[in-house]
């Protein structure tokens, strides 16, 4: 149970921003977003993170529904460097632990 | 910090032979992730550990794989006997305290 659904791919114009949506209608009030992204088969490097609130660092905003059933990841200025797979997790808490369940994600292609 | 560290980075086996793919987590991180992925099912979670004892192992394929963890700095995956359908690449991750999860560069096998 993927728990995410995104759409299975997106194109962006260089330098301008990429809005990635993420809809995640079951999620609970514990459960995190997470956004992560693999480039051509290397390991899936973390991106942003959030519960409730608008998150932002160095590399991405996330934007969090106010009823949490959605959110978006927005990469500002997109580059060539930007073109990858973007995964929206849902984080679930356990008794043992926290389980990351990682869906089909989004192939994004940055466009000269 | 190095980062998560995966060996060997690629290995090519003939069916039926055992596989032995290592892992060594970030430092002072006490849970460890094994994950595979392939064109056809996506990530999927295997095994993970917390303080280094397995905690779910749910997503272990069959009995061929088995897993340890000896100390908090490293992590074995065995695969014997291995099989061509066991081809894909295989995550280590780690994370502090059940948070972010940091991956390492994976471990391409084929399985010929």
């Known amino acids: 149970d993927a728990k995410t659904t995104q759409p299975p791919s997106m194109d962006c114009a260089e330098g301008r921003a990429a809005n990635l949506p993420c809809n995640h209608s079951t999620i609970s009030g514990n459960e995190y977003v997470y956004w992560y992204r693999q480039i051509h088969s290397q390991g899936p490097q973390y991106i942003i993170h959030?519960?409730?609130n608008n998150e932002t660092n160095e590399m991405a905003s996330l934007i969090i529904t106010e009823d949490r059933k959605s959110s978006t990841l927005i990469l500002p200025h997109a580059t060539l460097r930007d073109t990858a797979v973007y995964y929206c997790?849902?984080?679930?808490?356990?008794?043992?632990?926290?389980?990351?369940?990682f869906g089909t994600g989004t192939s994004l292609t940055v466009i000269p | 910090d190095a980062g998560v560290i995966q060996s060997p980075r690629h290995e090519v086996t003939e069916m039926g032979q055992e596989v032995t793919l290592r892992c060594k987590p970030i430092s002072g991180h006490d849970y460890l992730f094994w994950y595979r992925q392939t064109m056809m099912r996506g990530l999927e979670l295997l095994i993970y550990f917390n303080n280094n004892v397995p905690i779910d192992d749910s997503g272990m394929p069959e009995d061929r794989f088995s897993a340890k963890m000896p100390n908090a700095s490293f992590s074995t995956l065995k695969i014997q006997p291995s099989e061509p359908r066991d081809s894909a690449v295989y995550f280590c991750a780690s994370t502090k305290a059940g948070e972010t999860q940091y991956f390492g560069p994976g471990t391409r096998l084929l399985v010929l």
């Open positions: 959030g519960l409730k």
């Open positions: 997790i849902v984080r679930v808490a356990f008794n043992t632990g926290n389980q990351f369940y």
